[in-house]
């Protein structure tokens, strides 16, 4: 008899733009990775770029959705209710995930913890107390670092790191959009250190701009793949990162990583990360006096952090988790 038993359905939510940043789609993308060869997964997300349509297509079908408010309820349409849904992102609301809930989906949340969830799981990677979360009796939390989202090539943590380089990897998101690159970059090359200087960024940033980092000599490295970036990561002496899942990133590989925030929402990453002295901390990054700080961390031979987590079994935990939904 065939007897194979079929696979559960997920579909991820998550959209990503110049605004929002990428953030948000490379970890739900990194998600998908982890559970595809156990579930039929599918990506839901607003128009998406050339990049974003190669790096699904290597993971899962694709569905695109309009930018419009529409999309919440174009989403909504295409769940019958056998569904495990999966929501990444700041603009879903309580009565959003009420609505999925009453289609009969199961429903996992990596959300802030400001509103009422109605999810099956609710993922808080950040360390929080639990006295802030509103949830239903039947709603498992998993708190803390060890839920963090990684990409494979991050989920080998590389517990010593014995090098010795010049470079300096930075990323302020895919995006950009407050032009930290430059402000950054031009300071270090006034303060005439002796280093190579990288950038990590994805190709929305602009041809302009990419031709202009270039002819200053900073090394552009545009939508680079996971694999890539975690080879940078190892040859950097230490990576000056906004306060986002990349920080995860470059500490799996053992890098020292310099780090502040410029919107809200990276708050509770930068002050769990401080918390844990797993940073150097360079506070509000649209203030100016950042630089200050910067200038003092990279001038220092004894950049000393704490080690960081072995997320090696990271997809093992997630695909039963998923499982018993």
Request: charged share 25%; glycine share 4%.
């Amino acid at each position: 008899l065939y007897n194979k038993r079929l696979k559960k359905r997920i579909l991820f939510r998550a959209d990503a733009n110049v605004q929002i940043g990428y953030g948000l789609f490379v970890r739900t993308l990194a998600l998908a990775d982890m559970l595809k060869d156990d579930f039929e997964c599918v990506f839901y997300t607003q128009e998406p770029t050339e990049y974003q349509k190669r790096a699904v297509g290597e993971v899962c079908d694709l569905v695109a959705l309009p930018s419009d408010e529409t999309k919440l309820d174009v989403f909504l349409s295409c769940l019958s209710g056998n569904e495990i849904v999966f929501l990444d992102n700041y603009f879903f609301t309580s009565e959003y995930e009420r609505q999925i809930k009453r289609k009969g989906c199961k429903l996992v949340c990596l959300a802030p913890y400001n509103i009422h969830h109605y999810s099956d799981v609710l993922i808080i990677y950040v360390e929080e107390d639990f006295s802030k979360l509103s949830v239903e009796p039947y709603t498992k939390i998993l708190c803390g670092f060890e839920w963090g989202i990684l990409r494979a090539p991050f989920r080998k943590y590389k517990s010593e790191k014995k090098i010795s380089s010049n470079i300096i990897t930075i990323c302020f998101g895919g995006t950009d959009q407050y032009l930290l690159t430059e402000k950054t970059f031009r300071y270090l090359k006034n303060c005439k250190l002796q280093y190579e200087i990288h950038l990590i960024a994805s190709s929305v940033i602009g041809t302009e701009r990419i031709r202009e980092f270039l002819s200053e000599g900073l090394a552009v490295h545009i939508d680079a793949s996971a694999q890539e970036i975690a080879n940078l990561f190892d040859v950097s002496k230490f990576a000056i990162l906004s306060s986002s899942m990349i920080c995860y990133e470059a500490l799996s590989r053992g890098t020292k990583v310099l780090s502040g925030y410029y919107v809200d929402n990276q708050l509770g990453v930068y002050n769990a990360l401080l918390k844990t002295n797993s940073i150097i901390p360079l506070g509000n990054l649209l203030y100016e006096n950042y630089l200050n700080s910067l200038a003092e961390a990279v001038t220092c031979d004894n950049l000393n952090v704490a080690s960081f987590i072995d997320y090696s079994k990271q997809k093992e935990k997630y695909i039963s988790i998923f499982h018993l939904l």
